[in-house]
């Protein structure tokens, strides 16, 4: 079997929801963030097949700067986080976001 | 428009089965929870081993969130490195413009280290 | 392409960035010093060069294919943005809001400037690369400028929840660019637009443009993907709050004409009522319709001002989107005029609203009481704001709207009864709602007796200078509209 555009945009397709409904249902932050993680490493993969196939470099440019992009990301909510840790104690999500919709 | 309806029939499926892929096993989980493992507390079974070493002390370690600061500190002086590879990997062929934005780059690392060090985030308190 | 030109043709941005860098190394330096006269002094001088090496610099470029652009356009928002910034900063200091967070006015002032460079690069930009990282360089800066100068629990609540929802939208919207990429092969806006016209479109690009959707209706506060903003609009300190509303508004309404019209303007497709058709106009025209209805009758439930004010954003983004629909040249001219006397007017709103929240405390609707008698000046400017959000002749918002309704009525086939009516009727219904609660918070404010142990309301001089800027402005455009609708005009006559 060759591997297509089509597998590929298939598992980025399962990472990317998978990823959406961790950050919707799971109640800890830290897990949220790796749902987060999941989401954009889905759009990752889709962006480098893409690549591929297209046989164009814009997609892998595009990763490299994703990639510096998600870290600056996960340090500013884990700065986020941290912040609300030291004045709460808690890491659970409905513990620590008590305004209303 | 659209050059083929059948295609959005196949990406209307493909996502089906991806929000099931999703979601089913969330919902299996809790199933399981219900009819297999019905919940029944008692000391033995909240108690951190259940066979072995009885637990002393409380189940919650403190444990200095500065290690968070760190690890976001080291975390983004790691990964922002990621640009200096392109330039390592045609160093050879750069013209000097290239080398000066990547010289700005390190700089504008330099920098967010210095202030991190003048702020006090990098002594262990 | 040569360094020198690149240099010349972004000249602003680098001014921007510069100054960031300047204030976060006299942070370093300053300590608990940091703040002050100094800061607001730094800030506003490279406010006032980047301004000038905008009005000064190059008239036209397109360097790096289509990373940087500069024409008339993009030259006049980035104007709109330094002066809506420049109010924001003023408003920061001193003994304002940065009572809070002593010794943070540095990194406060930093982060505006990087939130403001970020805008700059998504204006002046027809790359999906350098919009996505532009958007996320002012996403994260000012997610922190809502959790930085918090001084208590409940701002650092407001930015997790904006953090989630934005990076959750900026994942969608990342997808939705890989899809694109994937559909047309490009990442530059105009080759994109060309590839569409000259090729059936793939079955994957409607995807890529729906969940880019998703990532923009975030951005300009659209239902359903508002639930973010009347926290943050709360929580947040006023000026984190006011730059939120203002400059990230407009630039993001900027953007989302931009890349709809220009890139997609092919793939449009049609919102008219019996001639629907599959693009992105009908699911504008669903959000902007659910903006108007949830935006409006949210806000008449409020008791707090500034939450009173995030609900009626997001029904102004439901009006701003229906004129997007149509599509055209003069709903473009319709939809960035009216961002831009949104921003001004919400910045002046925001403004008085921070200052009462300063003096009494709180900003519910009993805390307006009776400014009209106890400060005149912060009263009318709020005046003159609410009543142009509302829609009111002579002030500007009255002419905005008609122009957004005027527009969104030309599109479709002439001679027929225009296919938007049933979205602007709704609108004109809507319109009609926002101007009650407007009025609630007026007569608060100039009818209600002033609670007898009210503090008078001291604000600093620079934030009332803001404040009546802001309120003339709406004046002075209510009288001559042609001040920016002709440069706005000359500017499109490029692009179209």
């Not at chain 2, 507390?41 to 002390?57: F, L, Q």
């Not at chain 3, 990532?215 to 730059?243: C, E, M, T």
């Not at chain 3, 620079?462 to 009546?468: I, R």
Request: glycine residues 10%.
């Amino acid at each position: 079997m060759t591997i297509g555009i089509e597998h590929i945009l298939a598992v980025s397709g399962l990472l990317f929801v998978i990823g959406f409904f961790g950050v919707l249902l799971r109640r800890n932050t830290l897990v949220v963030f790796m749902s987060l993680e999941l989401m954009l490493n889905a759009a990752m993969l889709a962006l480098v097949g893409f690549s591929f196939f297209n046989a164009t470099m814009e997609g892998n440019v595009f990763v490299l700067f994703i990639i510096a992009v998600a870290a600056a990301e996960v340090a500013v909510g884990l700065a986020i986080i941290v912040a609300l840790f030291r004045r709460r104690h808690t890491v659970q999500l409905e513990e620590l976001v008590s305004l209303k919709g | 428009m659209p050059s083929d309806p059948q295609a959005y029939l196949t990406l209307g499926i493909f996502f089906g089965i991806a929000v099931a892929a999703a979601l089913v096993p969330i919902g299996l989980s809790h199933l399981w929870l219900r009819w297999f493992t019905p919940a029944k507390p008692g000391p033995s079974k909240h108690s951190a081993y259940e066979c072995g070493i009885e637990a002393t002390g409380p189940a919650r370690i403190q444990f200095k969130s500065q290690y968070y600061v760190y690890g976001i500190v080291f975390l983004i002086f790691d990964v922002e490195a990621i640009f200096l590879i392109p330039i390592a990997v045609a160093f050879l062929d750069l013209p000097l413009g290239a080398v000066l934005v990547a010289a700005v780059f390190v700089l504008l690392l330099l920098e967010s280290l210095a202030w991190c060090w003048a702020k006090g985030y990098l002594n262990w308190k | 392409m040569n360094y020198l030109e690149l240099i010349s043709h972004v000249l602003p941005e680098i001014a921007v960035l510069v100054t960031a860098l300047v204030l976060i190394g006299m942070g370093c330096a300053g300590g608990s010093r940091g703040g002050g006269k100094a800061v607001l002094a730094v800030t506003a001088a490279g406010l006032g060069l980047a301004l000038a090496a905008v009005v000064f610099g190059p008239e036209s470029g397109r360097l790096l294919e289509g990373m940087i652009v500069v024409d008339a356009l993009t030259r006049l928002f980035k104007a709109v943005l330094l002066a809506l910034t420049l109010g924001t900063a003023l408003f920061l200091f001193p003994g304002g809001e940065a009572g809070g967070n002593e010794g943070r006015g540095a990194e406060n002032s930093a982060l505006l400037l990087l939130a403001l460079l970020g805008l700059l690069v998504v204006v002046g930009t027809e790359n999906l690369l350098l919009l996505f990282v532009g958007l996320e360089l002012a996403s994260l800066a000012l997610y922190l400028m809502v959790v930085f100068a918090a001084p208590a629990g409940r701002p650092a609540e407001a930015a997790l929840r904006y953090f989630f929802f934005g990076s959750v939208a900026a994942a969608f919207l990342l997808f939705g660019f890989s899809f694109i990429y994937g559909a047309t092969g490009s990442i530059d806006l105009r080759v994109i637009a060309k590839v569409l016209a000259a090729h059936p479109v793939e079955p994957i690009l409607p995807l890529g443009v729906g969940l880019a959707l998703v990532g923009f209706g975030f951005k300009v506060a659209a239902v359903p993907f508002h639930l973010w903003a009347p926290d943050v609009y709360q929580s947040a300190p006023a000026p984190a709050a006011g730059f939120i509303a203002s400059a990230s508004k407009v630039a993001g309404f900027f953007i989302v004409a931009k890349v709809l019209v220009l890139g997609f303007g092919v793939v449009e497709g049609s919102a008219d009522w019996g001639a629907f058709a599959m693009g992105w106009a009908p699911l504008v025209a669903v959000l902007a319709a659910l903006s108007m209805v949830v935006g409006n009758l949210a806000a008449l439930a409020q008791q707090s001002v500034r939450r009173l004010l995030a609900y009626s954003g997001i029904g102004h983004s439901g009006f701003i989107l229906t004129a997007l629909v149509a599509a055209n040249a003069e709903a473009v001219r319709a939809v960035l005029f009216y961002s831009v006397i949104y921003g001004v007017a919400s910045l002046a709103a925001f403004g008085v609203a921070g200052c009462v929240l300063r003096a009494r405390g709180a900003d519910r609707l009993e805390d307006f009481a009776g400014l009209g008698r106890t400060a005149p000046a912060a009263a009318g400017v709020l005046a003159l704001a609410l009543l142009s959000l509302a829609g009111l002749p002579p002030l500007v918002g009255f002419f905005g709207k008609f122009q957004l309704f005027a527009a969104a009525l030309s599109g479709g086939t002439p001679g027929t009864v225009p296919g938007l009516l049933w979205l602007v009727a709704l609108a004109l219904l809507m319109s009609a709602v926002s101007l009650y609660y407007y009025l609630r918070v007026l007569k608060q404010v100039f009818f209600a007796p002033a609670p007898a142990d009210a503090a008078p309301t001291r604000d600093t001089s620079a934030g009332t200078a803001v404040c009546l800027v802001c309120g003339s402005v709406l004046v002075l455009l209510g009288l001559f509209p042609s001040l920016v609708l002709q440069p706005l005009q000359r500017a499109l006559v490029q692009l179209f």
